[in-house]
C-alpha cells in the first residue's frame, strides 16, 4: 500500500506539487486556510479536510508548504495543528523555506511525541512544480528520507539527502544567495543590452548558450524581455528568504555583501508596490538608476 499523503499549504508552488502526488497514485487528503484553493484538487480525486490536524489524523506523510517560520510553527504545532493529529511514526515534511534553527527546535518537539520531520525546501519555481522536476534539498535522517523518496519522485526530479535536521533549510538559503545574484546579473545585463539598443530575443540567444548562461537567464530573461512580471515567486517571498539568509549568516558569522545588495534593491521595488510581482522585477530597480 502507497502511503497516505496529508497536503497542507495550497498556493502557486503547492497546488501543482500536490497534483503531481495524487497523480502518482498516492491516496491525498489535503488543507488550505483559504478553502477554496482545495476545490480543484478535490474535482481530481483528493479528500478536502478541516483542519491541519484533521489531514494529519488522515495520513502517514504529511507535507506543508507555507509562507514563513511563524506559519509553520502554527500549522504544525499551534491549536488545530498537525501535532494534535498525527500518530506516533508518521512523518512531517515541511517544504516551506524557514529558518534552520526555527527547523530544528520543530523537529525535537516532533520527535518527544515520535513522529518524525523532514526540512525540505524547493526550487525550481512554478514551472518546476507543474512539471514535476523541482530541486528538492532534504534534512532529517537518512531512514526517514529513504521512507519519504518515493512521494518526493512524484514531485521532483533532483532530490539531495543533505544532512541532519536543518540541512536542508540551510541548503536552500545558500541556493537562494546563488540565485538571488545570478538575478542580480541577468537584470543589470538586459538592461544594460537595452541601453545599447540591442534586441533581447537576439540577446538571450547569443548569450544562454555560453559560460553567463544560467537557469535565472533561460527562465526569467524571457520574462523581463516581454515586460512579464507576473511570478513565479514573488518578491515578498524572495525578500522573506533574504532575511532568512542574512539572520542564519550573522549566526554563524558570514559577511554576504552581494545578497544584501539584492536584498536592498528588492526593498525598493517592494516600496514602489511591487511586492507580488515575480522577482524579475528587480528589473524595474535597475532600470530605474540606468534611467530607462
Known amino acids: 500500500m502507497p502511503e497516505r499523503v496529508g497536503f497542507i499549504g495550497l498556493g502557486i508552488m503547492g497546488r501543482p506539487m500536490a497534483l503531481?502526488?495524487?497523480k502518482a497514485g498516492f491516496p491525498l487528503v489535503v488543507?488550505?486556510?483559504?478553502t477554496s484553493k482545495m476545490e480543484s484538487l478535490v474535482h481530481e480525486g483528493a479528500s478536502a479536510s478541516a483542519s491541519a490536524a484533521e489531514v494529519a489524523s488522515q495520513s502517514d506523510v504529511v507535507i506543508t508548504i507555507v509562507s514563513d517560520t511563524p506559519d509553520v510553527e502554527a500549522v504544525v504545532l499551534g491549536k488545530g495543528g498537525v501535532v494534535e493529529g498525527a500518530k506516533p511514526g508518521s512523518v512531517v515534511v515541511d517544504m516551506s523555506t524557514i529558518s534552520p534553527s526555527a527547523t530544528r527546535k520543530i523537529a525535537s518537539v516532533l520527535s518527544a511525541k515520535g513522529i518524525e520531520m523532514l526540512d525540505a525546501p524547493v526550487s525550481g519555481g512554478d514551472t518546476g512544480a507543474i512539471a514535476g522536476t523541482l530541486s528538492i534539498m532534504v534534512g532529517g535522517r537518512r531512514e526517514t528520507f529513504d521512507r519519504v523518496l518515493p512521494v518526493f519522485e512524484a514531485m521532483g526530479k533532483t532530490i539531495t539527502h543533505c544532512g541532519p535536521s536543518g540541512s536542508?533549510?540551510?541548503?536552500?538559503?545558500v541556493n537562494q544567495v546563488i540565485g538571488a545574484l545570478n538575478l542580480l546579473a541577468m537584470c543589470e545585463g538586459m538592461t544594460l543590452a537595452q541601453k545599447c539598443g540591442l534586441d533581447a530575443t537576439t540577446l538571450l540567444k547569443a548569450v544562454s548558450a555560453g559560460a553567463a548562461g544560467s537557469?535565472?537567464?533561460s527562465n526569467l530573461?524571457?520574462?523581463v524581455a516581454a515586460d512579464d512580471f507576473?511570478?513565479?515567486f514573488m518578491v515578498k517571498l524572495q525578500q522573506k528568504d533574504l532575511r532568512l539568509v542574512m539572520e542564519t549568516a550573522n549566526e554563524v558569522g558570514v559577511s554576504l555583501p552581494g545578497a544584501m545588495l539584492v536584498h536592498q534593491l528588492l526593498n525598493a521595488v517592494?516600496?514602489?508596490g511591487g511586492g507580488d510581482l515575480g522577482t524579475q522585477a528587480l528589473v524595474t530597480a535597475i532600470r530605474k538608476l540606468a534611467d530607462v
Request: cysteine-free.
Open 20 to 22: 503531481n502526488v495524487l
Open 31 to 34: 488543507w488550505n486556510r483559504t
Open 168 to 173: 536542508g533549510q540551510a541548503t536552500k538559503l
Open 215 to 217: 537557469w535565472i537567464l
Open 221 to 223: 530573461g524571457p520574462r
Open 230 to 232: 507576473a511570478p513565479g
Open 270 to 272: 517592494q516600496a514602489s
